[in-house]
């Protein structure tokens, strides 16, 4: 079983900076790719960006520039950055795994509000 435990997020202003964190913990188990989701209500899950466990990303073009993904392999831990934010940028984001057997792990969600 694989647990993820996000931090980080919260409260910013339009134009500021937030970072979430994503840890991911159990056994039997091999992550390949790590990333984020968003999903504001009453609309679909969207990708906003993942890392593969060799490093390649791939970023939503609404943040390339904008957000940058990376990782710590050893730590099971990727780290969202995210930079200019605008209110649009307000939603729950979501962590996700995925092993190398192709399951697919869920964070909790971690709420961000970006203020104008």
């Known amino acids: 079983q694989v647990q993820l435990v996000e931090s980080g997020g919260v409260l910013v202003q339009a134009g500021g900076s937030l970072g979430l964190s994503c840890a991911a913990s159990g056994s039997g188990f091999s992550i390949n790719v790590m990333g984020w989701y968003r999903q504001a209500p009453g609309k679909q899950r969207e990708l906003v960006a993942d890392i593969t466990r060799g490093g390649s990303t791939n970023y939503a073009d609404s943040v390339k520039a904008l957000f940058t993904i990376s990782r710590d392999n050893a730590k099971n831990t990727v780290w969202l950055q995210m930079n200019s934010m605008k209110p649009e940028d307000t939603t729950g984001f979501y962590c996700?795994?995925?092993?190398?057997?192709?399951?697919?792990?869920w964070g909790q969600g971690t709420q961000v509000t970006v203020s104008s």
């Open positions: 996700y795994v995925r092993s190398y057997r192709a399951s697919l792990y």
